[in-house]
């Protein structure tokens, strides 16, 4: 997670307070501010109905206030960065619009997409409500060429840091990386950084230690195997509902270093609930761990 | 265009490696019959070595012509026991060949009759006469212009027209093709490559002195690395070390084909692979290969220092290895020795990525513009100025860049990025180049 420097700090509250009229959040008067994206279940099933008060977060050993956990209802930046190198020609890629409308088919007013596609080349635009033209996007694409996923990953990562909202950025791929600029370990870095979610898709097996695999756990998100292209759509629009189950917690960090690697540990008081969250952040202009 | 232009601008697939068998073989890979020997020299087989030596001799070098396709046309098994003949040819010339005809013509056959003139190692040297490669000099150029005629073979004719393999042998190297990161097929190194370095090691008094084997193994390498052929080019490069171990442009390919190697489209792929058993991939760690590189690009330039390409790749190598001052060293004097364009861009682009991770945020930044502003619609600066500015914590400069880039056209022929052919295509111009002087080299040989 960053810590957000003033300038984007007031952006981020105002947001949070225009979205959440209908709760009585607490906002910490502090300058900075943490946020963490969580995902409580209890044997598979969301939990809901927690407040600021359920959740203890632990960051690098010392025990944070958490000032507001926010559900459900705050507008969503839904990033989608689809793989269209020369492998998902023909039917694949009808699957993967199939699979991009159906993902924005599950979007709610205020929310806004992006749409990035990749092969070696990548291709993307600004968060927008205007979903039509996201869709026009998916329907122009053609697959050709090679895979750059490391590259898209970290454009969407960036699309998703272009509005304080809350973001989520869904990727699949059906292969690996051969031809991005970026390296694996730079984008690692950058994503340590950010806020925004990562989910990816990928169609067979993904080695451990691949880059999405990677990506997605210390983001918080989950990496999705599927069989085939033909469920990439159900999974995608499975992401979406999970992570609008999902609480967004933020602390203002005390009594630990503004530098470094901060891991967390993120509990819920008083129940045996499984937390999803990501890992830790990265904080200044330390290298990655 | 030459016909070759066309195949070079051509990346279809990438060799990821070559196999070998592994030291115990299983018996079920061995070859279900030995190769043929010498004394299988049928008069068939003799007929066939007149047949190539007319091939030979009737190619124009970098033509697709009809001795090209005659020479495509021949089978491995004849092709080995051309090469034996060949061999034995040469030995006889080294010693006295007018002795060997004589005895070829006196020596009788096991049952004590006159040998029959057509056949055996006898019948080779006669028909060899016959031919006019009784003079040493034309014999050398016949094995010259063979090594260029089956380079030829190699890169003017589809790979569907080489002959499946009727025999291996047990150290017989395989293809493994990689497309995207992914096995597309798995199939036999051409046999052509193997018969003209054979050829070469032939040349008298001594290959390792001849300018003709040594640019027809500068200009083979160039296109195959070219080609992304990295296997076979880790073939070629082993004999071409052997013979030529200071040739800089040699030790620079050697360098070229392990960064290829140590990059991700290749240690990526290989996890991925679906390998015979037995078999063992040509592949190692990306740390071993780019300790390869780093040593063959540091023996090139000291056999000759101002050899940008060198200099340039030696840098990013180092870079990779985490010798960041040395890196910026290099590529700052690659960069102001540069001697075109891609050059240019990507010294800019390597010693951006050095100054960033040396800290020196202003310099990379101005490394990353600079290599925008010779390709103004390659994404590669674009994500570097980006990621440099989000790394130093400034987002808005992150951002802004990412907008540049998402600015660019989607179309691919309006998104020429150098990056995307470093490894393999980059070269192609300079394989064209090696190749032409190859041609020309062996056209200023006497005749023979």
Known sequence: MTRFAPRALIVLLSALSFAARAQTPTFSSRVEQVRVDVLVTDKGKPVRGLRTEDFEIVDNGVVQHVDLASFEEIPLNVIVALDMSESVAGERLDHLRSAGHALLDGLKKDDQAAAITFSHIVVGSSLTKELDRVRATLDAVQSSGRTSIIDACYAGIMVAESDAGRALLIVFSDGIDVSSWLSQDAVLDIARRSDAVVYGVSVGKTPRGAFLRELSALTGGTLFEVESTKNVGSTFVGILEEFRQRYLISYAPKGVSREGWHKLDVRVKGRGATVKARPGYLAGNTPSP | ?448
């Open chain 2, 1 to 448: 265009m030459s016909p070759r232009s066309a195949a070079l601008s051509i990346v279809v697939a990438l060799v990821v490696g070559v196999m070998t068998s592994a030291a115990r073989v299983s018996p079920g890979l061995q070859s279900p019959r030995n190769p043929p020997q010498a004394e299988d020299l049928s008069a068939k087989v003799i007929a066939r070595f007149e047949e190539w030596v007319a091939a030979v001799r009737g190619h124009e070098p970098g033509e697709i012509d009809a001795p090209l396709w005659a020479a495509a046309g021949f089978s491995r098994a004849e092709l080995f026991q051309i090469g034996s003949g060949m061999s034995r040819l040469v030995k006889a010339a080294d010693r006295d060949f007018g002795e060997a005809t004589r005895r070829c013509a006196a020596s009788p056959n096991r049952a004590g009759r006159p040998p029959a003139p057509q056949t055996g190692a006898c019948g080779f040297i006669v028909k060899a006469v016959a031919l006019g490669l009784a003079e040493r000099h034309a014999l050398d150029r016949v094995i010259k212009r063979g090594a260029v005629l089956h380079a030829d073979v190699v890169m003017l004719t589809p790979d569907g027209s080489f002959e499946a393999p009727g025999f291996e042998l047990p150290d017989e190297p395989t293809r493994v093709w990689v497309d995207d990161g992914r096995q597309h097929h798995v199939d036999a190194s051409p046999v052509h490559w193997g018969f003209a370095r054979r050829l070469l090691d032939l040349v008298r008094p001594d290959p390792g002195r001849d300018e003709v084997a040594r640019f027809w193994y500068q200009a083979t390498v160039a296109y195959v690395q070219s080609q992304a052929r990295f296997g076979e080019a880790t073939l070629q490069l082993v004999d071409a070390r052997r013979l030529f171990p200071k040739d800089a442009t040699i030790l620079f390919y050697s360098g070229v084909v392990n960064e290829a190697l140590a990059g991700p489209g290749v240690q990526n792929a290989v996890p991925l692979l679906s390998l015979p058993a037995g078999r063992r991939l040509d592949v190692e760690s990306a740390p071993v290969h780019l300790s390869r590189a780093e040593a063959f690009f540091r023996r090139a330039l000291e056999n000759e220092p101002d050899h940008v390409a060198a200099r340039l790749h030696h840098g990013r190598v180092l870079g990779l290895l985490g010798r960041h001052q040395e890196a910026a060293r290099a590529l700052q004097d690659a960069r102001d020795a540069a001697t075109d364009q891609n050059q240019e861009y990507y010294a800019s682009l390597f010693l951006g990525r050095e100054e960033e991770a040396l800290g020196h945020r202003d310099l990379a930044r101005a490394s990353f513009e600079r290599a925008a502003a010779l390709y103004p619609r390659a994404q590669s600066p674009l994500l570097g100025l980006s990621h440099l500015a989000r790394r130093f914590g400034d987002r808005s400069g992150a951002l802004e860049a990412i907008r540049r880039l998402m600015q660019l056209p989607s179309d691919e022929q309006a998104r020429l990025d150098p990056w995307w052919m470093y490894h393999a295509t980059s070269h192609a111009s300079q394989a064209e180049t090696l190749l032409a002087r190859l041609y020309r080299s062996v056209a200023a040989e006497p005749p023979g």
